[in-house]
């Protein structure tokens, strides 16, 4: 995989993190996320956004759960973790997981 390509990831990855984290529940859909992941990393299909889901996943940084919802097809559920709240706030990184800017 290229440098290129794993930045891209990383990213993406802390864009989904920190979008979950300003959620008043912590969760958003799949198809939420995918016009907001869109604007960071483009002409991305879906099912590479699924994969970085199922990778903060298996990191423990989100929960997530399939869905099939009606007009909508399947989408993944992601929940933001108290481990993934912990790299968006700077107390623990996540290798793999963008680090979060000062913002200006």
Do not use: K
Request: glycine share 6%; proline share 6%; charged share 20%.
């Amino acid at each position: 995989m290229s440098g290129y390509e794993e930045r891209c990831r990383a990213d993406a990855r802390l864009a989904i993190l920190a979008e979950l984290a300003r959620q008043s529940d912590a969760t958003l859909s799949s198809r939420s996320l995918a016009p907001f992941i869109e604007q960071i990393v483009p002409r991305r299909p879906s099912e590479w956004l699924d994969a970085q889901l199922v990778w903060l996943a298996e990191m423990g940084a989100v929960n997530i759960s399939r869905s099939s919802i009606a007009g909508l097809g399947n989408v993944i559920i992601a929940t933001l973790t108290a481990m993934g709240r912990n790299h968006v706030e700077r107390r623990a990184p996540i290798p793999g997981v963008s680090m979060p800017v000062d913002e200006a």
